[in-house]
């Protein structure tokens, strides 16, 4: 059975540094690529940027482009979304998604439950 | 930047049909824009109901099904219940391996 396990729910300052993570298991990492979806409180969802853990290419909406940066570590089968400098804005829920199959342009198929990140001073 | 368009809310009856729409704001939506439809209850994980247009995701009823209609990417549900009602998200892409969510439509079922 194909999972996402994200890590639980933060809570910042702005200003500071965050990494959330989100751990694939039954299928071969290496071999899909993991996307990020933002939702804002109260609002749709939003396409952030995906990676191939085989080759760690990755992919970003030009919306989040220097914004954040996605990541994987393909020996612990666990891709990251990093933050250097959190912002009030930054505060959502984010989803990691695992796409169909190894093409750039296939939907997501399996979700991650969530990871609430809260920014506030 | 082009926007992908959806329909901010649709209703329709219990039993009774009811076609949501993708589009863009700058011209057609194709099968080469590999549509594919999410339906997220509130509080709950988006759960994907159909891909690359019309293949429907494992466990997805046969009520729902994607299609091409005009300029536009369609998700159909075809007798609709109460556990209907959701929020359905289409996604298309754009090209150089970046997808864009469009921005949802609320269903009710009454």
């Known amino acids: 059975e194909v999972q996402l396990v994200q890590s639980g729910a933060e809570v910042k300052k702005p200003g500071e540094s965050l990494k959330i993570s989100c751990k694939g298991s039954g299928y071969t990492f290496n071999s899909y690529w993991i996307g990020w979806v933002r939702q804002m409180p109260g609002k749709g969802l939003e396409w952030m940027g995906i990676?191939?853990?085989?080759?760690?290419?990755?992919r970003y909406s030009p919306s989040f482009q220097g914004q954040v940066t996605i990541s994987a570590d393909k020996s612990i089968n666990t891709a990251y979304l990093q933050w250097s400098s959190l912002k009030a804005s930054d505060t959502a829920m984010y989803y990691c998604?695992?796409?169909?199959?190894?093409?750039?342009?296939?939907?997501?198929?399996?979700w991650g439950q969530g990871t609430p990140v809260t920014v506030s001073s | 930047q082009t926007v992908v368009t959806q329909e901010p809310s649709f209703s329709v009856s219990p039993g009774g049909t009811v076609t949501l729409t993708c589009g863009l704001s700058s011209g057609s939506v194709s099968t080469s824009h590999y549509p594919s439809w999410y339906q997220q209850t509130p509080g709950q994980a988006p759960r994907t109901l159909i891909h690359?247009?019309?293949i429907r995701s494992s466990g997805v009823p046969d009520r729902f099904s994607g299609s091409i209609l005009g300029n536009k990417a369609a998700l159909t549900i075809t007798g609709a219940q109460a556990e209907d009602e959701s929020d359905y998200y289409c996604v298309l892409y754009m090209g150089s391996g970046i997808s864009v969510f469009g921005g949802g439509t609320k269903l009710t079922v009454l």
């Open positions: 690359s247009t019309g």
């Open positions: 998604a695992r796409r169909y199959s190894s093409s750039l342009y296939d939907g997501f198929q399996h």
């Open positions: 990676i191939y853990p085989g080759d760690s290419d990755t």
